[in-house]
Each structure stands twice: as structure tokens, then as C-alpha cells.
């Protein structure tokens, strides 16, 4: 708990290390800032540099904070493992600084590849969260949460696993395609992360129900 307790507070300053830079920079920083891309990595939002600096990080923190609360109180707390809970600490914190580093680095006219970035970071986070998947006992707030696999922990477990092999997979693809700037199969592949799990864990239940 204690060691929970530390990382908690380093991973929340991490996620507001960005507004320090932007204070430093709030001179150079024009008034309007790019927060959002198309997929053509073209800006579609614009946002005050107020927001910009301050206001992006803090609703990342409350992200992370409300991440960090669900897990806490949830009834089946119990199962989760030290790997799994130093995703849902780490997750806020990356996400924070990479998107801070493209949200300046295009304000102070440096030219990055905003799909490139995201969709890597994407595919690493998806491989990431792959690997400790078939780890993940049953909860109410980390993992596959659909009525079937909240209902039987062998359709948990039975999902999880094959959910962790195909997030790996779909997430070293990513990187890929990210490489590539093939976005639009990236779209198709998040899909099938999504729609392949929720099916199998349905078609376990259906099973189970005709042969009982």
C-alpha cells in the first residue's frame, strides 16, 4: 500500500511536469494550440494556450486519480495483481507526456508526425496491456468487463487469454501500420481488439447455456 501510495504521487507529478514547460515557454507559445489532429495529420481543435498548458494535464491528473479510485474500492480488489495495478499507475503518466511533447513541439513549429507518434504509442500500450491480460483475475474495473465474463470466472479467464494473445498481436501491427501511416487499417484493427473478444465471450456463454 505504501509503495502504491509513492507511486501514486510520482505518477501525478509526472502527469503535471508538462505545465512547467509551458510556463517556461508561455512567452513563445502562441494563443491558440493544436489539440487535436485529423488523420491526415492535419489540426482540426484549437485550443487557448491557457488550456493548453494547464488545462490538458489536470484533466489528465482526475483521468489518473479516477483510474486510481475505481481500482481502490473495488469489491474484488483482492485480485489485483502488483503488474496489473502498475498499468492502470503508468498508463496516465505516458499518455500525459507524449501527448504534451507533439501538443508543443507543433506549437513551436518543430514538425512531427502526430499519426506516426500516437498510433506507435497506441500499439505499445495495446501490446502492453496484452501481456498482463490472461493475468488479470476477475474484477469490476481492470479488463473485459461484459456480463458474461463478470458472470463466470472460467469465461473470464477463457477470454482474458485469448485477449491477451490478440491485443499482442493487434498492437504489434500497429506499430507497424503506425510506421507505415496506414491509419485506416489501424481503425479496422482496433475493431476486431474490441468485436473478437466480446463475441468469443459470448459464444462461451451461449455454449455453456445449450449444453446445461
Not at 501510495?5 to 505518477?11: D, G
Not at 483510474?67 to 502498475?86: A, M, Q, V, W
Not at 501511416?181 to 451461449?206: C, D, K, M, Q, R
Request: aromatic share 12%; with cysteine; hydrophobic share 50%.
Amino acid at each position: 500500500m505504501k509503495k502504491n501510495k509513492r507511486l501514486l504521487i510520482i505518477t501525478s507529478i509526472i502527469i503535471l511536469l508538462p505545465i512547467l514547460f509551458g510556463i517556461w515557454q508561455w512567452d513563445v507559445l502562441p494563443n491558440e494550440i493544436a489539440t487535436h489532429w485529423n488523420i491526415n495529420n492535419e489540426p482540426d481543435r484549437y485550443s487557448s494556450k491557457a488550456f493548453a498548458v494547464f488545462g490538458l494535464p489536470i484533466i489528465m491528473l482526475l483521468i489518473h486519480l479516477l483510474c486510481i479510485f475505481g481500482t481502490r474500492y473495488d469489491p474484488k480488489r483482492e485480485n489485483h495483481s502488483d503488474k496489473i495495478l502498475n498499468i492502470v499507475l503508468w498508463i496516465c503518466p505516458i499518455i500525459s507526456i507524449i501527448m504534451s511533447i507533439i501538443t508543443y513541439a507543433a506549437a513551436l513549429k518543430i514538425n512531427v508526425n502526430v499519426g506516426m507518434i500516437t498510433t506507435i504509442m497506441m500499439g505499445f500500450i495495446f501490446s502492453w496491456i496484452g501481456n498482463y491480460l490472461p493475468k488479470c483475475k476477475q474484477n469490476y474495473t481492470i479488463g473485459i468487463k461484459i456480463p458474461w465474463t463478470l458472470n463466470d470466472e472460467t469465461n473470464w479467464y477463457k477470454t482474458h487469454k485469448l485477449a491477451g494473445v490478440l491485443w499482442s498481436i493487434i498492437g504489434f501491427a500497429t506499430i507497424v501500420c503506425g510506421m507505415l501511416e496506414a491509419y485506416l487499417i489501424i481503425i479496422g484493427l482496433i475493431i476486431l481488439a474490441i468485436i473478437i473478444p466480446v463475441a468469443y465471450s459470448f459464444t462461451l456463454s451461449n455454449s455453456k447455456k445449450k449444453k446445461a
